[in-house]
């Protein structure tokens, strides 16, 4: 499906939102109300942001009428909210390239190529990208994607071979259970590695490890692994595990499975040379727009001052910032404030009265 | 109940919040989470604000992470959010007057004689306190209470009596056909004053109205009311109808009900010397501070650069006033973002966690 930047198809739109998190989301809903078509991009595989990929099954209980909710509700609220509009999803995807065309909109890239061309720019990328936390040991970085997984996704690859795995959390004892136990999947052997035999996991799933232990399914090794053993350009043969009692172990694989949370990270769009302070896009308190005209900010990716984290916030934000975008896309309108509850304009767009004739 | 300023019990509390619309309920909720408590005074004898008041019953589309809730429902989930914080509510009661006490706490009084000293005030009045549309005609205001009505709170005193009923709405009619209608609380007779034979109703309750039209149970009357008639300082005994066809009609009645919708009104809050524009308080967008320090202004009342009265503009303003709050009611305390989904302490405010040993 990805193509080359040079071949990739160019999607004109109205806005283009950087972040399908839920002020990205809404960011789409408040655009859809004042009529303004948008594109949204991200990073993760899904659309839900930090709240679904940190805290799916945890409650958020300070959403306005909301008391209580998971992250994965929130996102499926907003999903539901926002389909009307049909905004296009470009998952997987993060943005690389920014420039101004010649006849002032935006010219954006993916890195898989989708290219789009665009009025106005919103940037609702949170704390950044979430990216998994790498394991910096020197030599390693070469092998990911081969025998380096920061993520599992085919199980049937790993199948039958000798498997370690690091990290303490429940994507490590997951992985570690399931190539363990019997199965089409079971691993030939399957080593855990952990700084402590301490782990952050539900209470059945580490009931689940502790069995596979002592039945000698998977064996654990309390350390940290410090250096990798590669013939030359060839595969990885072994890490070294820094054992905690100061001895040191080598542990042959086929496979090496990292497991150590996820990290965010700002990426491209710190090189863009918009207005920043202390890593946030600076924004006025009036339009959220960046130093950039056109361009917004929104949600914990900006700054101004009273700035607290939170998506009550971010969800004001991205409204102010869709009724300064107004006049960037319809220059001869005038943008009222009009009531879902009231307007049958707004309820025409959002499908709950018939389009006018 | 209500007792007089003088002898009404003195509520001491860290917040009074004026107005129990939906931002003045999350004001509540924010504060709640911050460990300010807070009490509640609003003119409608319910909580709810505007959206309960008006359109109960007709759907909000553009609440983040909710695609539709009615008024009601929006007032009963922002009643059920901050139930944990037990906040005092003090309804049907408007505030009259303002004064700083010499600690530099603000002392206010309700016009029923409650009366609060409060470090801290959060001005969440909409555009002001919803009172019924007075029917404007020389000497008929000294009846109010006795034979005009513009509620109807006690119907039994109303009933085997003449009715006058001005009004074209859904409360018109609604106790035209009531009064109307065989049982116990049947008025003698009952006349309809409506400047035109048009009604803002629903269809079953026209058609109500007009089979009782049929049967001479209503009578209806074209026009206007021009004029008034008593006898000195006596009982009001009739009113004159000014009609459509440029004539006049006298109505001798016991009691007028008058029904020409809601208007607001700011009241008190224009003479207590705060910064405004427009009949707006004017605030910063860092702290949605009035010109008075320690007291705010949030919601549909405020004006700053870029505000636009939508709730999610609101929800975020009473956010931000709450932060500025705390350190006026905690000096000594530095204040932290903290998020309900990770803190034990707001989880425990929150009644979600059992409070701390």
Sequence with gaps: MAQGPASGDLIETDALVIGAGPIGLFQVFQLGLLDIRAQVVDALPAPGGQPLELYPDK????LPAIPVCTGRELAQALLRQIRPFGAGMHLGQTVTALETAPDGRFQLATHTGTRFLTRTVFIAAGVG????????????ARHEGRQLHYRVDDPDTLAASDLVIVGGDESALHW????????????????????????????????????LREQGAIRFVPGQVGACEADGDGPLAAVQVNLNDGGSLRLPLDHLLVFQGLSPK?????EWGLAMERKQLVVDTEKFATSVPGIFAVGDINTYPGKRKLLVSGFHECTLAAYAAAPIVYPDRPVLLQYTTTSPKLQQRLGVLPPAP
């Design 129 to 140: 990208a979430f990216e998994p936390r790498r394991l910096k040991v020197e030599g390693l």
């Design 59 to 62: 409650p958020i209980y300070d």
């Design 266 to 270: 700002l990426g491209p769009v710190a």
């Design 176 to 211: 570690a259970a399931h190539f363990a136990a019997d199965g089409p999947q079971r691993a030939r052997s399957v080593t855990l590695v952990h700084r402590r035999d301490v782990f952050d996991a539900p209470p059945d799933l580490q009931s689940r490890v502790q069995a």
